[in-house]
C-alpha cells in the first residue's frame, strides 16, 4: 500500500480491496471449517471403532474364561466381521483358534490361524500364527506341510521356537537325528525367552546317544 496515502484513502482501499475478494476469503474459512470439521469427525470415528474392537475382544476373553464357547467364538466372527481391519481381529482369531485346537477342531483352527499369517500387518503376529499352524498341521498327520512352513528362517527370538517346532516335526516322521540337530539349535537359543529351557533340555537329552533308547517320539501340544 502506497505510503502517501491519506488514513481514509487506504482505508477505502482495504474495503476495496476486501469486497474483490470477499468470496475467496469466505471460502477459505468455510474450506478451514470443513477440514477441522471432517478431522475431528474423522478421528471421533477412529477412535470409537479402536474402543468397540477392544470391548469385544475383551468380552470374547471373558465368555472363553467362563467356558462359553458358543459366545467366545461369535464374539471372536463379530469382531472379525465388523472391524476386520483392527488389531485385535487377529489377536481373537489366535485366541479363537488356540480354544479350537483344544476341542480338536483343527480344520476351524487352521483356517483361522493361517488368514492371521497371510492377512495380518503385525510382522510378528504372522509368525506367530505361522508356528502354530505348523503345529495344527503335524496334530492332523500333515508333517510336511508343518515342514513347509518351517523352511524360512523365522529370525530373532522366534527362531528357537521354530527350531523347537521342526524338532517335533522330524521326530513324528522318525527322522532322529534330524530332530535332534533341531533341538539342539532351539536350546542355542533358549536365552531369547520364547521356548522352555527345561523342556528342550529333555527333549534333547532324550534323543542324545545315552538317552535314546527312552525317548517317547511324542510332539508337543499346541501352544
Known amino acids: 500500500m502506497d505510503e502517501?496515502?491519506?488514513?481514509?484513502?487506504?482505508?477505502?482501499?482495504?474495503?476495496?480491496?476486501?469486497?474483490?475478494?470477499?468470496?475467496?476469503?469466505?471460502?477459505?474459512?468455510?474450506l478451514g471449517v470443513l477440514v477441522l470439521t471432517g478431522w475431528r469427525i474423522w478421528q471421533e470415528r477412529v477412535e470409537r471403532l479402536a474402543a468397540e474392537a477392544s470391548g469385544r475382544y475383551e468380552?470374547?476373553?471373558?465368555?472363553?474364561?467362563?467356558n462359553d464357547r458358543t459366545r467366545g467364538i461369535t464374539l471372536v466372527d463379530e469382531l472379525r466381521r465388523d472391524h476386520g481391519g483392527s488389531?485385535?481381529?487377529?489377536?481373537?482369531?489366535?485366541?479363537?483358534?488356540?480354544?479350537?485346537?483344544?476341542?480338536?477342531?483343527?480344520?476351524?483352527?487352521?483356517?483361522?490361524l493361517k488368514r492371521v499369517m497371510d492377512g495380518s500387518p503385525d510382522a510378528e503376529l504372522k509368525l506367530v500364527a505361522r508356528g502354530r499352524l505348523a503345529r495344527v498341521y503335524l496334530e492332523q498327520g500333515k508333517p510336511d506341510d508343518a515342514l513347509a512352513l518351517l523352511k524360512s528362517d523365522a529370525g530373532g527370538a522366534f527362531a528357537p521356537r521354530f527350531d523347537e517346532i521342526r524338532g517335533d516335526?522330524?521326530?513324528?516322521?522318525?527322522?532322529?537325528?534330524?530332530?535332534?540337530?533341531?533341538?539342539?539349535?532351539?536350546?542355542?537359543?533358549?536365552?531369547?525367552?520364547?521356548?522352555?529351557?527345561?523342556l528342550i533340555e529333555l527333549k534333547v537329552n532324550a534323543l542324545e546317544p545315552a538317552g535314546a533308547a527312552d525317548a517317547?517320539?511324542?510332539?508337543?501340544?499346541?501352544?
Do not use: C, H
Not at 487377529?90 to 483344544?102: G, I, N, P, S
Open 4 to 30: 502517501f496515502m491519506s488514513e481514509s484513502e487506504q482505508w477505502e482501499s482495504v474495503k476495496r480491496w476486501v469486497r474483490e475478494n470477499a468470496i475467496w476469503i469466505v471460502g477459505g474459512v468455510v
Open 59 to 66: 468380552q470374547a476373553i471373558d465368555a472363553f474364561g467362563r
Open 87 to 112: 488389531p485385535y481381529a487377529d489377536q481373537a482369531d489366535l485366541l479363537a483358534a488356540r480354544v479350537e485346537v483344544d476341542a480338536r477342531e483343527f480344520d476351524k483352527a487352521a483356517a483361522r
Open 169 to 198: 516335526v522330524l521326530l513324528a516322521k522318525g527322522d532322529r537325528a534330524g530332530a535332534l540337530t533341531a533341538y539342539r539349535a532351539a536350546r542355542a537359543g533358549a536365552a531369547t525367552g520364547s521356548v522352555d529351557p527345561g
Open 216 to 223: 517317547a517320539g511324542t510332539p508337543a501340544k499346541v501352544n
